[in-house]
T-cell receptor, first 115, second 117 residues
Framework: AQSVTQLGSHVSVSEGALVLLRCNYS??????LFWYVQYPNQGLQLLLK??????LVKGINGFEAEFKKSETSFHLTKPSAHMSDAAEYFC?????????????FGSGTRLSIRP | GAGVSQSPRYKVAKRGQDVALRCDPI?????LFWYQQALGQGPEFLTY????????KSGLPSDRFFAERPEGSVSTLKIQRTQQEDSAVYLC???????????????FGSGTRLTVV
C-alpha cells in the first residue's frame, strides 16, 4: 500500500525566508508524487508533480521539489516566501503501474507567513 | 465547462436526512474521483469511475454512501440517513485519461461542504 507522511502539521516562516515542507513516501512500486495547494474554501490546485523524467521538479509560483529515492523523500521548497503563499499544502502519491491509480494524500501542512 | 463544477457549495442537513451532491467534470474527462476531506485532514479517497463504470468503491465508509455516473459525465454522490460524522468537504476530481492519470494529476472542484446537525 502506498502512503505519504508530512512532517509538521504547521510551519511558520518570515516573509522572504526559505520555505521547506517535508514529505516522505512509502511505495512498493515506482511512484508518481505530487504537491497540491489548497487556499481557504477552495479545491486543490496542482503545484508540481514527479513522473520520473527528472528528479528536480519545478512548479508554479516558484516552488520546486526534489525526488530522493534513497531517502524516500519529496520535500517542497521555495527560496523566498511571499504572503500569498499562506495556504495548506498536501503531498500525494500514486502508482505508476496501475491503470486505475488513485492519488493518496498526506494529512497536510499549513504554511503561515509572518510579515 | 472550463473546470470541475460541484453543487451545492454548502449543504446543511439534519441528522437522518438524505443528501445528494453533484459533480460536473471537465467535458471529455474519462476518470472521475470522489474524496472526503474532514476538517484539518487530507482528502480521503471514496470512489472512482471510468466513464460510467464504477471501478473502485473501496473508500466508501458505509453502505449509506452511494455514487453513480450513469452517462459517463455528471456524477452524484448520495448519502442516506446522514450522521454527524459525515460532516466534511466532499471533493470531486476528474482526469482526461483512463490510465496513467498520474502523468497529469487531477483537476479538482471547489467541493461541497456538508454539515450535519
Amino acid at each position: 500500500a502506498q502512503s505519504v507522511t508530512q512532517l509538521g502539521s504547521h510551519v511558520s516562516v518570515s516573509e522572504g525566508a526559505l520555505v521547506l515542507l517535508r514529505c516522505n513516501y512509502s511505495s512498493s512500486v515506482p511512484p508518481y508524487l505530487f504537491w497540491y495547494v489548497q487556499y481557504p474554501n477552495q479545491g486543490l490546485q496542482l503545484l508540481l508533480k514527479y513522473t520520473s523524467a527528472a528528479t528536480l521538479v519545478k512548479g508554479i509560483n516558484g516552488f520546486e521539489a526534489e525526488f530522493k529515492k534513497s531517502e524516500t523523500s519529496f520535500h517542497l521548497t521555495k527560496p523566498s516566501a511571499h504572503m500569498s503563499d499562506a495556504a495548506e499544502y498536501f503531498c500525494a502519491v500514486s502508482d505508476q503501474d496501475s491503470s486505475a491509480s488513485k492519488i493518496i494524500f498526506g494529512s497536510g501542512t499549513r504554511l503561515s507567513i509572518r510579515p | 465547462g472550463a473546470g470541475v463544477s460541484q453543487s451545492p457549495r454548502y449543504k446543511v442537513a439534519k441528522r437522518g436526512q438524505d443528501v445528494a451532491l453533484r459533480c460536473d467534470p471537465i467535458s471529455g474527462h474519462v476518470s472521475l474521483f470522489w474524496y472526503q476531506q474532514a476538517l484539518g485532514q487530507g482528502p480521503e479517497f471514496l470512489t472512482y469511475f471510468q466513464n460510467e463504470a464504477q471501478l473502485d468503491k473501496s473508500g466508501l465508509p458505509s453502505d449509506r454512501f452511494f455514487a453513480e455516473r450513469p452517462e459517463g459525465s455528471v456524477s452524484t454522490l448520495k448519502i442516506q440517513r446522514t450522521q454527524q460524522e459525515d460532516s466534511a468537504v466532499y471533493l470531486c476530481a476528474s482526469s482526461l485519461l483512463s490510465v496513467g492519470q498520474g502523468l497529469y494529476g487531477y483537476t479538482f472542484g471547489s467541493g461541497t461542504r456538508l454539515t450535519v446537525v
